[in-house]
């Protein structure tokens, strides 16, 4: 069988070039030589020491130009970096750079903002005054929720602390019949439980109860509210509070001072009125609402202490309010007579004016000799022959025409 004509292989090199002859040992023993005596001429070549930075003098531009630094600079068998003085003493010479003496810091620096301290624009702020209410812009932190905790966790923790303050639910007080007992004994050692012969009993608060802790002064009740035993003195329960509203509603502190007439001073003295603290309704960064029971209220003020009698307190109520009308009214005469007096002031000035300031109504502006004259143009009539407008002064009657284009 014929063998089929194929295509001849491709030359491997160019034409007039011969290929590479292979390295022989001895060659390569030769660069190998060469090569290990560049090295080692290399690490002889003596290594120029730069001097030893002076302190407060600058460095020499050659000891920081890196064309001058050989690339074998860097020798790990040496010295640790760390070890080498980096730093010497600097020479005593007269051009040595040295610190000043005594230098003080405010005869060179005006503002020194290392000692400022950020006053609020001169507004006082939580950081002087951390436990006044009235600058509490937000929710307070101990009502906030804490991180970490869930809601539901939050709403037990919340209504725990409602309890404990109010003295209800596992917080209320334990109740004794022998508590009781000891309660009225140290009653009757007050004088509080007055025999038949001395009379008809009043009480403390002179409604004929006797207020024994621990025991509702209306009905006897054991069941009261702890909170206002603590506060206020009196055992009441939460029934006896809705039946007699007369005795046992709550006052705020302008009612008991516009109604009862009693003063800031009285109303601050927690030994003669005491008061119970709450939240205030109509902002809560303001301060709390002062309330307090109309009981005490009326029993301090119809006391000889104060005004002796309702009759006496209505009777000073009276008379305070003839005070008040009759200032009222004098305040209103002082600025008739002013007005008066302006009146005749301005009469006097248009009789003055002669004819002309004889015409002026009251209210109207009164012209003399030396004022000067504003005219005072009225609604631009357009007159129908010369086909251009035409205004007329109020006061003295002066017309001109304007042409419109």
Known sequence: ?????????????????LPPNPLTPERVRRMEEARLKAKAAAQNIPKPTPPPPIAGQK???SALNPTTVPQNQRNALGASPAKIPTMVAPKDDANTIRPAKNFGRSEYIEYDFSKMTDTKGGFLSTVDDPHNRAMWSEIRKEDQKPEGMSMAEWERERLRRKLRENRAGMYEPGISVLNVD???????????????????FKGKWGDGKRDIKGKCRECG?????????DVFGIGVCGACKEKVPDKYSLLTKTEAREDYLLTDPELKDEDILPHLERPNPHKQNWNNMQLFLRLQVEAFAFSPKKWGSPEALDEEYTKRQAISKERKEKKFKNKLEQLKKKTRVEAYK?????????????????????????????????????????????????????LEF
């Open 221 to 229: 009740s054991l069941e009261i509210d702890w909170k206002w035993q």
């Open 350 to 402: 248009r009789a003055r004016a002669g004819g002309d300031g004889a015409e002026v109504a009251f209210g109207e502006r009164i012209r003399g000799y030396g004022d000067k004259h504003e005219h005072e143009w009225g609604r631009a009539v357009l007159d129908p022959e010369s086909g251009m407008t035409r205004k007329r002064c109020e006061e003295c009657g002066m017309e001109v025409e304007e």
């Open 182 to 200: 000891r309660e009225v004994e140290l009653a009757e050692k007050e004088g509080q439980g007055g025999g038949e012969g001395e009379g008809e």
């Open 59 to 61: 460095r020499a531009y």
């Open 1 to 17: 069988m014929s063998h089929s004509p194929s295509t001849p292989p491709r030359r491997t090199t160019r034409s007039g070039m």
